[in-house]
């Protein structure tokens, strides 16, 4: 055996991927990397000190569908962006992980559960890092439970704000991205989803007034089959990490405003 995948609950994930470097293996680590700076520092640090590579499973990263999106803003056809909303929902009460809302076991609800993912593709989007996060939270955390609804209003460096909604109390299992520019705005349903020939709207207005507007399909690939595929070739090359700590790293620091 190389190489684990570390997929348990989120307050396992610090200690189990220190536990595999020391043990001699790669670290493959589901998101949320860690709940803290510093166990996150410290999961990059034991793997750097043993040799031994460490990614994240920051997949939606890897969707097609995200990289032609990131592709659109770059060329600026959509113009300087402005904000970008994203919302990621689910019916958590039907869950497998019935420790799910355990403040003890989770440490954290939706916000690292799933706004991680939202959170993570708008840093990647943008290429930019936050500087301001401010929430609302219900029910308010506490020793017993975990919040189950949240909503995140975002400031990058660059000035471009951003909103993230995420949710435990919903009827199905829905994700939508919106990237609004001073030209256009590009948008996705279930931009999260894998295996799934989805669709990219792309609108560009002027004058108040829709100019141009199409649809793009896109084939996404199985994702998780992307990310052991690209973690394999990297130790089999020694090459970097395709999503290395460092990017975990900066995603849970933005929870520590």
Known sequence: MDAVFIVSAKSQHAPETVATAQAGKHVLVEKPMAMNVAKAETMIETCRKHHFKLMVAHMVRLSSLVIRMKQLIQSGVIGKITFIKSEFIYAGRLSHRQWLVDPNIAEGGPVFDIGVRCLDTTRFLLDDEVISVKSQLDPTPSAVTTESTAQLALKFLR?????????YAAPIRHTYIEVIGEKGILSAEYFSWSSNALSLKVVLGENDKIMK??????VVPNLYEKEVTLFSECILSNTASPIPGEVGLKTSACWMW
């Open 159 to 167: 000035g471009t704000t951003a909103g993230i909604f995420c949710s």
């Open 213 to 218: 507007s199409r649809e793009e399909t896109i």
